[in-house]
Structures are given as C-alpha cells and as structure tokens.
C-alpha cells in the first residue's frame, strides 16, 4: 500500500480549487480573495489523514501559460482532484480535461468534484449524480468515484480530499469495472484462493468459525452472532442458492465482496487482500513468494518439522474420499490457488516419479517424498508454493515460508569418517544403455517388471523413502541422466555440491556392459570425488566375462580398492533389491565408507584389526586369568 499520496487539483479558473484546499487546512472558509495560485501543501500522517499515509495536495492554473508547468504537475500525480463548479466547467470536464489527461499519457484515478453545491439552483444531490456524473463516469473509465462539496459551508471538504488518498491507497479500479457492475477476473481469482485458504476443512464452504477466524486474522476483531447473521442474510437476499446449512459458498463469498465493491467499501475488499499478501495489481508480494533463503555450497535444503507437518495436514484434507491417495480431481482442488503443478515437476513425469498406490494415485508416502525432492533440488520452488498454500509459521521468530525449511551441514571434506546428517540424498545412477537402470527405478517404486526395453532419452528420477538400519528413514532420489548425462558430468562445481553418491551399474549378462565404466570415471576424472557403489545388475541371468581390461571383481578390489569388495549382484526381480537401495543411502550418509582406499589406508585398516584381534586375545587371556584365579581360591578355602 502506498505510504504517500501526492493530489493535483485541476479545474477550470473560478471553479473553487484554492479555496477547497484553504478549507481544508484552516478548517473554515476564508471570504477574502486568496492567492491565485496556492504553494504545495504536505499533510503528515498524524493530521487527520485517516489512511496513515503523507499527503502533498497540489494546486494548479488552468491558464494557457501555465499549461507546462500544468502537465508537469500531473505526470507527477497519484490521484487527480477534478473540480468543476458550472455549466460551462462541467461541459469542460468532458471536453477538454479528460481527454487532456490522456493526452499526457498519465494512467493515474481522477475524483470528480461537483464544487459550490451551496450555489446550485435546481436538482438535489442524486440527480445531480445521475444527470452530471454517472454519464461522465461511464465514458471515462479513469473517473474512481465523485463527489458534490462546497468550500462556503464546509460540505464535504474532507470527504473529497479522502476519497483522493482512498483511490490511492485502495484503488477500486482493479478491483470493480463499474460499467459491467462486476468483479474484475484478477480480483476474483485473488478472493477464490482467499476462500480456498480460510475453508480449513475443504469442504467447499466457510462455516462459522472459519467465518470467525477470517474476521480475526483480515480484520483483528471478533465477528458476533449478529453480524454473521446479518452478512448471510444479505448475501441470501441476492442469491439464496450461496447460503446453505454449511455456510457460505464460495459464489457467497463474491457476491459480499462485490456488494462492499459497489457500496463504496472497497477498503474492506482491500484489508482482506492485503492480510493475504496481495499488492495492488493483485500479485502476491514478491517477498512474500520469493524470500531470502540461500543454500551454501555442498550444503542442502530440507524440509523442516513444521514444513513436514503442513504438507501432512494438506494432503489429509485434500484426501476428500479417505482412500489414501490424491486422485487427479483431488490434485486438481489442490492446487487451486495456485499457477498449477510446479513445471519441474511435469518434467519429472509426476506423479510416475513417485509413489502411488494401485488404483495410480499418489499415497502420502509418494506426496511426501515429492516435496522432500523438490526441497531439495528447487528450494524455491517450494517457497513459492508455501505461500500460495497458505503455510503460516507458529514460530514468532520467523513468519515468513522459510521457517518450513532447514538447512544441511556443508559437507566439503566427504572423506572423513562420519556421517553427514542429511535427511535427503541424491543418487545418480551411471551405466551402459540397456545395463538396467530405469527398471532400477521402477524397482525402487515397487512398480511391476516388465521385460520390454525403452531406451531413456530425457532424464528420469524416482524418489521414496529408505528404511536405515535402527529404524531410521531417509528420502533417496535416484536419478538417471539419460541424453543429458554429458552436459551434466561436465560441470564439475555442481555435480559434486549437489551429488552425494554414484551407483556405477551393469549388464552382468551382458559381456559388453562393464566397459562403460572405466571409460566414462576416465572421461571426468572429478567422479574420483565422489562416493561410489558398484552394482551387477540382472544377476538372475547367466553371468558371463566382460569383455574388458579387468574385470568387476578385479576392478574394484585392486584399481578401485572400493571398501565394498566386488560389485553388488543383484536382480530387480529379487524382494533382496531393496538392500541396495539401503545400501546407496548408506554410502551417500556416511560417504567416507563408498570412496577408493589408497595403500596407506588399506595397510592402517590392516593393522586395525591386527590390533583389534590382539587386543581381544589379550581380553580373553586376562578373563581366563582372573577365572582360574578364583576358582583355585575357592578349592582352597
């Protein structure tokens, strides 16, 4: 909202300008002749400007000489007050100011002032509004509202000066087309998702106490029995069908805001927007979508407890046939008040990346793991859509969206024993066409096999949770790079932030399979740096020798010198895959178990144990020393 109103007072000479202006700074009519021209007047905000807001009021000349520093004034303008006290200064309005006001190019509310009603000798007040100004008002969209003053008897002085910061501070026209007697399509839409975020139990109705909280939260008071009453009997007299025994409907809802609209309150209109965010173009603020939250590198973003638990809520009410699962209808109300499903995940092929249940929609586990994905690859994105579902923090501390989101340790040094505290991991899964990886991703969604090859050309991604040893839980995504992988291998800065393990797979079937992997670690030399996990896929076919300079086996225990010993075999047709996916997370956890060990640390591991054995035969020997010891002081007492 604007925190200053600069007013241009405009009209023809005689028509009572400056003395509307004296009127209202010395509160009285001043009879003398006063100065032409008066000098720029600045109202502060504690003199009675009920919108709380400074206001600089502007008088101008109407004479031919005076016409550039006239439109200068007027470019500079929020709000023109434009006065006309006869017939002559009325024909005027329409023929030479309005369209002179165009001229200019100046797109700001003008207020129509009928001055000197004390002098007018026919007509009362509504028909001078019907006959004079509605006409006027009807041709010239920039009209906001009119009123009828006089400087002489202290009519409606204040009430013009008002209505000028009012059309600033709460501008009617994005709201109201006037000529239609309708809300504007922005306007409805921004209501319709105000209705969506204050109907908690989505059931397509504001019951009374969603009524109570929506006059709390927009208004800061309490809404009593009797006023209830009173706005549903008002909105039943115009449409008896957006009243029923649930509450208000949502056409209810509207139609009370377009009578606030068409009475003059459109400030009410305005409380409610402005309480969810929205500027006077009808966009949410962009603080409010997009706040201050950067990810440092080889750090991630995460959803947080609170975050967790909103996403919880949603879905659960959202879930209106209790089957589980959000339906494409569901998902449909659901996103509502939003641009629609994130694009990201369009591109991801949602809602197959994730987990469904049998009749194909996502089950709270597969929603869950959508968003913790999403958190983690586009914590914008995530933000972005918090605030257009209306996430409200319970933490006073921090109210803005980002208090749904926490913040990983940065892990640089990945070689150091210890785990990394994520909740989150990202897998790329590396391998030779027809090696088996998008069925690895079917797998890991518990999809059926299917024996049929498609080859992948956009990149997949599948993400589920992952049960750890202990009972813990974590979400792993694993993704495969399809045509894409080249573009992103190569940039190294952000596949070693972003990336926290790498699944090397192949056809152990297929003898042409492994080769791929050397080749490809010598091609980007910087997957050194990465934790890695080797895997033999299609293990329930016959294995067969791969044509290569060594062999799987060979290649990981004495080129690789991988802690994990020879690759993993394994078969998506085996319940024993989903070791493998523990497996994964494991090493993108505690990555410093899935990287290369040089000699040095082959040989300390060594001695390790050595040590440890030694020192268990040593245990042992004292225990069987003290043991003795006893029981030959037993026999001899």
């Not at 007050?81 to 006001?101: G, I, N, Q």
């Not at 056409?251 to 409610?272: M, Q």
């Not at 020879?566 to 047709?573: A, D, E, K, R």
Request: proline residues 6%; glycine residues 4%.
């Amino acid at each position: 909202m604007a925190t200053a109103v600069r007013i241009v007072v405009c009209g023809d000479e005689g028509s009572g300008k400056s003395s509307l202006i004296t009127c209202l700074v010395k509160d009285t009519f001043v009879s003398n002749r006063i100065q032409p021209v008066l000098p720029q007047i600045t109202i502060p905000p504690t003199l009675g400007t009920p919108e709380n807001v400074t206001t600089t009021i502007v008088d101008t000349s109407a004479l031919p000489q005076e016409r550039p520093n006239l439109a200068r004034e007027i470019r500079k303008s929020n709000v023109i007050l434009l006065v006309y006290a006869d017939h002559y200064s009325y024909e005027r309005v329409a023929l030479f100011w309005l369209p002179y006001f165009r001229s200019l190019g100046v797109n700001v509310p003008v207020v129509l002032c009928a001055n000197k009603s004390d002098l007018a000798a026919n007509g009362t007040p509504t028909q001078v509004v019907e006959e004079e100004m509605l006409p006027v008002m009807a041709e010239f969209k920039e009209i906001d509202t009119c009123v009828r003053t006089s400087a002489r008897e202290h009519y409606n002085v204040n009430e013009a000066f008002f209505l000028c910061q009012k059309a600033v501070t709460h501008p009617i026209a994005p709201l109201f087309d006037s000529k239609e007697s309708v809300l504007k399509p922005a306007a409805i839409s921004a209501l319709q998702r105000v209705f969506y975020l204050c109907d908690k139990d989505k059931d397509g109705f504001l019951n009374d106490k969603e009524m109570e909280d929506f006059q709390a939260k927009c208004f800061g008071k309490p809404l009593n029995k009797v006023d209830l009453d009173h706005i549903k009997q008002t909105v039943s007299r115009i449409s008896p069908d957006a009243i029923s025994t649930s509450g208000i409907s949502p056409r209810g809802f509207l139609l009370l805001n377009k009578l606030y609209a068409e009475k003059g309150r459109h400030e009410t209109v305005w409380a409610v927007l402005r309480t969810f965010q929205y500027t006077d173009s009808l966009s949410l603020q962009e603080s409010f979508l997009h706040p201050n939250f950067g990810v440092p590198d080889f750090a991630s973003a995460e959803l947080s407890p609170a975050g967790y638990r909103f996403f919880v809520d949603l879905f659960l009410t959202s879930d209106r046939d209790n089957d589980g699962g959000l339906s494409d209808t569901e998902l449909a109300s659901l996103f509502a008040p939003t641009p629609g499903i994130p694009s990201s995940w369009l591109e991801d092929a949602f809602p197959t990346c994730t987990v469904r249940n049998e009749a194909g929609h996502v089950t709270l586990q597969g929603w869950l793991a959508q968003w913790s994905m999403t958190t983690f690859t586009s914590p914008k994105t995530t933000l972005e859509y918090l605030a257009y579902l209306g996430f409200e923090s319970s933490d006073r501390s921090n109210l803005t969206t980002t208090a749904a989101l926490k913040l990983t340790k940065a892990r640089k040094r990945r070689r150091r024993p210890g785990r990394t505290g994520r909740n989150v991991v990202l897998c790329h899964v590396l391998g030779a066409s027809g090696s088996g990886k998008s069925c690895l991703l079917e797998a890991f969604l518990a999809r059926p096999f299917s024996s049929t090859y498609h080859p992948t050309i956009k990149p997949r991604v599948a993400v589920n949770t992952v049960e750890l040893p202990g009972g813990r839980q974590c979400y792993l995504i694993l993704n495969e790079l399809g045509e894409l992988e080249p573009a992103i291998l190569e940039n190294k800065s952000k596949l070693l932030s972003q990336c926290d393990v790498v699944a090397y797979t192949y056809d152990s079937s297929d003898p042409d399979s492994f080769s791929y992997i050397p080749a490809i670690r010598a091609k980007y030399p910087h997957l050194e740096d990465l934790p890695a996990v080797y895997v033999a896929l299609k293990a329930d076919l016959d294995r067969t020798t791969q044509r290569a300079e060594c062999q799987p086996d060979h290649y990981t225990a004495q080129i690789q010198r991988m802690p994990q010993g020879p690759p993993l075999h394994t078969s998506v047709t085996w319940h024993s895959i989903q070791e493998l996916f523990v497996t994964l997370a494991e090493a993108a956890l505690e990555p410093a178990t899935a990287f290369p060990r040089s000699r040095e640390e082959e040989n300390d591991a060594k001695w390790m144990s050595y040590a440890i054995a030694l020192g268990a035969v040593v245990c042992a020997g004292a225990a069987a020393v003290v043991i003795w010891r006893r029981a030959t002081s037993g026999n001899a007492a």
